[in-house]
């Protein structure tokens, strides 16, 4: 039994579970699972645009971490084709994000994970239950159900997270499913793209060359996504996206966290971490930096021994809450029509195209 029991149970190793496992104090025992493969293309991939933004850049720099170039796809691109389809105004803004592979991303994180944990992946995990001071989790792997125990739990488990939903059952957030396909590449340049159709999304859509394949996805109303993903497609025919013959569709839910009281920090020894917790950009759904951001505040709370962890979490996040805040206010001015209308015909910061 003693080989069963641990001091905190990780489940997910997105960038926050990653980031959490890897500065754990290395006496403290630990088990992290993931439905992830370490090695190879097969199995689960997040579905993600793959941008690394300046403020993960900046997190990652603080770690003295610096890419390999295995993970980097071509090309580099240094501006955003922002198109408003009600207007059919179309600007360009520089931008500053390294284009990389997602999935290659969040496996050099896993290979940094210490020996010391106890590393599952190509698992699910599929219960939680707390009880007398103890989390009693179960996963799948190999086809055989696990059971293990913990005195804390972490939930590194993304927008759908099974711990959120599992011991947080009144916690409610906005919600979007994001749709993302996969096209062999038909356009004559490779080029980014950032899409606003206030018809169809109240958040907005991107399109991104990626190697030898473009990426097109969005973030839509859960119940009308599939359809409203199709028509924004259908829409933008006339602005030059070449959207036929998907390769590969993959869909996830996305949360935008609203205000203040739109974050899930956990309880009781249990602690959410990265998106599970709402630590996601309002504006444009950033999360990789959240991710990293919260996975090592919480390494440093669990190590310090605090009295009460769940109290030292909450209040260090105050600065990632202020961080959201920012680009909560930010919000308006891309997502008004009205305001994004004004700004897009004065061109302020835009790029003029020379052709
Ligand atoms: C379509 C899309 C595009 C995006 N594009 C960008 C972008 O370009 N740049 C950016 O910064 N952010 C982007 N985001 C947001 C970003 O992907 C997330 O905010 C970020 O990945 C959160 O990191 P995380 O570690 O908290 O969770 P995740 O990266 O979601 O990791 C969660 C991990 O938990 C594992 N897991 C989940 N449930 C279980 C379970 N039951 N058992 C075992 N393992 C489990 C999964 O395998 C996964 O590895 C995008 C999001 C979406 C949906």
């Not at 240094?78 to 390294?98: E, G, K, N, P």
């Not at 698992?123 to 009693?136: L, P, W």
């Not at 004559?188 to 907005?204: A, G, H, I, K, R």
């Amino acid at each position: 039994m003693q080989d069963k029991v641990f001091d905190i149970a990780v489940i997910g190793l997105g960038p926050a579970g990653s980031f959490l496992v890897k500065h754990l104090d290395p006496g403290l025992r630990v088990i992290a699972i993931d439905r992830k493969s370490p090695l190879g293309d097969s199995g689960f991939h997040k579905p993600c645009g793959g941008l690394l933004a300046p403020d993960a850049q900046k997190a990652l720099s603080a770690f003295n971490m610096t890419l390999p170039k295995s993970i980097l796809v071509d090309p580099q691109i240094f501006s955003v084709q922002t198109i408003d389809v009600q207007t059919a105004l179309v600007r360009h803004y520089q931008r500053f994000y390294v284009n990389l592979n997602r999935h290659r991303f969040d496996q050099w994180l896993m290979s940094q994970i210490p020996d010391q944990v106890q590393l599952h992946t190509n698992a699910i995990c599929k219960s939680i239950v707390q009880s007398e001071g103890r989390f009693t989790v179960n996963y799948l792997q190999d086809g055989q159900t696990h059971c293990i125990q913990a005195k804390y739990l972490v939930g590194a488990d993304g927008a759908h997270s099974l711990v959120r939903r599992s011991l947080f059952k009144d916690f409610k957030i906005k919600t979007y499913l994001s749709i993302q396909q996969w096209f062999a590449d038909a356009h004559s340049t490779p080029f980014y793209s950032c899409v606003f159709d206030s018809e169809l999304t109240d958040s907005y859509a991107w399109g991104l060359t990626k190697d030898d394949s473009f990426i097109f996805g969005g973030a839509f109303a859960i119940g009308s996504g599939r359809r409203d993903f199709e028509q924004l497609k259908t829409k933008l025919q006339p602005y030059g996206f070449r959207l036929e013959n998907p390769i590969k569709t993959e869909a996830c839910l996305v949360l935008q966290p609203f205000g203040p009281r739109n974050y899930c920090y956990g309880q009781n020894n249990a602690f959410l971490i990265g998106e599970a917790a709402g630590f996601i950009s309002p504006s444009s759904l950033e999360g990789i930096s959240y991710a990293i951001d919260s996975g090592y505040l919480l390494s440093q709370c669990l190590n310090n021994q605090a009295d009460d962890p769940n109290r030292a979490y909450r209040r260090g996040t105050r600065r990632i809450r202020l961080k959201l805040m920012a680009k909560y206010l930010k919000r308006p001015f891309m997502y008004n029509q009205t305001s994004r209308k004004l700004i897009m015909q004065s061109g302020l910061m835009s790029i003029p195209i020379l052709t």
